[in-house]
């Protein structure tokens, strides 16, 4: 295996990501999508988490779920374990937005990948099962408490 490959796909993945991003109009800016999708991931989250997630200061992120919360994508709770915390859920308004941007986002790659090759495309369509495999092993409970 070339000792390069986790470095050249996360580049690829990158660029894909900004190609997408600069020809298309999303219905929210990507930093939220971002935000949203991480929630949408965790199921619930608090902002600290969030925020060494996101690799920003806790009032930084205070004000991300601040703005999502306003457009009413997002809700806090108190969290049962720490009468201090908040925890945050993505609402199915904030569903129903990142589905959007996902789709718009995707529609923006999707007329290079009807130029492919039909091989080109089931190989694609393999890589992203194994890139699926990938993130679900890295982040399952027995591999992430290492």
């Known amino acids: 295996m070339s000792s390069t490959l986790g470095a050249d796909l996360l580049s690829v993945v990158a660029r894909l990501n900004r190609l997408a991003n600069q020809r298309v109009r999303m219905p929210i800016p990507f930093a939220q999508a971002r935000l949203l999708s991480t929630i949408?991931?965790?199921?619930?989250?608090?902002?600290s988490d969030l925020a060494a997630l996101d690799h920003c200061s806790q009032p930084t992120m205070t004000t991300q779920v601040r703005r999502l919360e306003d457009a009413g994508m997002v809700t806090r709770t108190a969290d049962p374990q720490d009468a201090r915390a908040v925890l945050i859920k993505i609402t199915p308004e904030g569903k129903k937005a990142l589905r959007q941007a996902?789709?718009?986002?995707?529609?923006?790659?999707?007329?290079?990948?009807?130029?492919?090759?039909?091989?080109?495309?089931?190989r694609l369509t393999e890589a992203v099962d194994v890139m699926r495999r990938l993130i679900t092993d890295a982040t399952s409970p027995r591999t992430t408490a290492r």
């Open 40 to 47: 949408e991931d965790r199921g619930e989250a608090r902002i």
């Open 102 to 122: 996902r789709a718009d986002r995707g529609a923006a790659v999707d007329p290079y990948l009807e130029r492919l090759s039909e091989a080109d495309r089931e």
